[in-house]
């Protein structure tokens, strides 16, 4: 589950981390009565949405030479302006692809007298299996660039789960961020507060991009992106509840209260396939026959016929696909159980483009001559080579 920008630094803030004043708001009319709880003359107006990228994004309303998502602002009356300008508008960056995302919510912030910009973050290092801080001296830029163009301006530091962040472990991250004074001394308490918060809330990603040196010497964490353990949620009704769904997607949202694996992609073949690994393979091969799917979703092992027709009417219900593949190896799945959950969705929502289903496995006989027997303009396949090319075929 992700967070905005806003909601990430009052978690950061709540276990000590030093983030500027700043106030969310979602409506032009409390730009005004924002900015003058903050200290100024600087002011920082920032577009809040679930992607990266925002300062050099566009908006999709005001023309390409307008101002990005991010924007400095000098007086109160220029805060409110940018406000007006940038809620209901549709931000594209690199990371919301080219239909972008409205921005429903700003975060004006108090501006910072910045010396240097570093990039540091927080993640689960599966190589170690232990959580790991990722930092560069090059911060504010697109880290994958940077990991690209110059990789050896990256630096990885493992933390022992038994130690937690030690003053090694310390000096090893200001080393690597060339902190000296006030700086490297903030560090001693910065970083352990990092990775408590990490560990404490169940994030699965702690982004601080950029972490800033200011002119006076001192840390900050100027932006931050969390993102959090969607299994552990059970156990932060807190973090839960900072959810905000008009950033997902619609079809996402429903499969999650089905308990449904379910990622909507930019294809137009839908995939209803047991297992994630089959998944995988699903959408590749149908990548090889040359069309892209519609989705991820894996209905899990020990799916119902109930939650196996909840994952088909989720497919169907996007306007994109323009053909569906259900591919089931039935393990401690039956095949019986997904035909049958197949055949009670298409009775209900009916079916207006094309359907290939391939079952094996458990009760495969008995899933095929459901199927068969069902009356509906349903195409079997032998394997899931036969599968692919019959629906990208039907598709045309």
Not at 55 to 74: C, M, Q, S, Y
């Amino acid at each position: 589950m992700n967070i905005h920008e806003y909601q990430a630094k009052q978690v950061l803030k709540g276990f000590g981390a030093p983030v500027a004043a700043g106030v969310a708001i979602t409506s032009a009319d409390q730009a005004e009565a924002a900015a003058k709880q903050l200290p100024g003359p600087l002011y920082v107006v920032k577009s809040q949405i679930h992607a990266g990228g925002r300062g050099k994004g566009k908006f999709k309303e005001l023309g390409p030479d307008a101002k990005g998502g991010v924007r400095l602002a000098f007086s109160i009356e220029d805060v409110v302006k940018n406000a007006r300008e940038m809620l209901g508008n549709t931000l594209v960056t690199a990371q919301t692809g080219p239909a972008g995302k409205q921005v429903n919510r700003l975060y004006i912030e108090d501006g910072a007298d910045i010396d240097r910009e570093l990039y540091c973050s927080l993640l689960v290092d599966r190589q170690y299996g232990r959580i790991a801080f990722v930092v560069s001296t090059e911060g504010g830029m697109d880290i994958e660039a940077v990991a690209h163009d110059t990789p050896g301006k990256i630096q990885t530091i493992v933390i022992d789960p038994e130690a937690g962040v030690t003053a090694a472990d310390v000096a090893k991250i200001n080393a690597a961020f060339k902190l000296d004074g006030a700086a490297a001394e903030d560090g001693k308490t910065l970083f352990p507060i990092l990775y408590k918060a990490f560990v404490d809330t169940d994030m699965s990603m702690l982004e601080v991009n950029p972490l800033i040196v200011m002119k006076d010497g001192h840390l900050r964490v100027l932006d931050a992106k969390v993102s959090f353990d969607g299994n552990a949620l059970f156990r932060h009704e807190d973090m839960k509840a900072l959810r905000d769904e008009t950033e997902e997607d619609a079809k996402e949202i429903e499969a999650s209260e089905w308990d449904l694996a379910y990622v909507a992609l930019d294809g137009n073949i839908g995939c209803m396939v047991n297992g994630a690994g089959l998944a995988m393979a699903t959408m590749d091969i149908i990548k090889l026959y040359g069309k892209e799917p519609a989705n991820f979703c894996d209905v899990g092992g020990g799916a119902s016929k109930e939650k196996v027709a909840a994952a088909f009417k989720i497919i169907t219900a996007d306007p994109a696909v323009q053909g569906i593949l259900v591919n089931i190896f039935g393990g401690i799945m039956r095949c019986d159980v997904i035909a049958e959950g197949v055949v009670a969705a298409v009775k209900e929502v009916g079916l207006k483009v094309p359907l290939v289903v391939r079952l094996e496995g458990t009760n495969v006989a008995e899933g095929k001559r459901i199927l068969n027997e069902s009356g509906l303009a349903i195409t079997a396949a032998d394997d899931l080579d036969d599968a692919a090319q019959k629906i990208v075929a039907a598709v045309g």
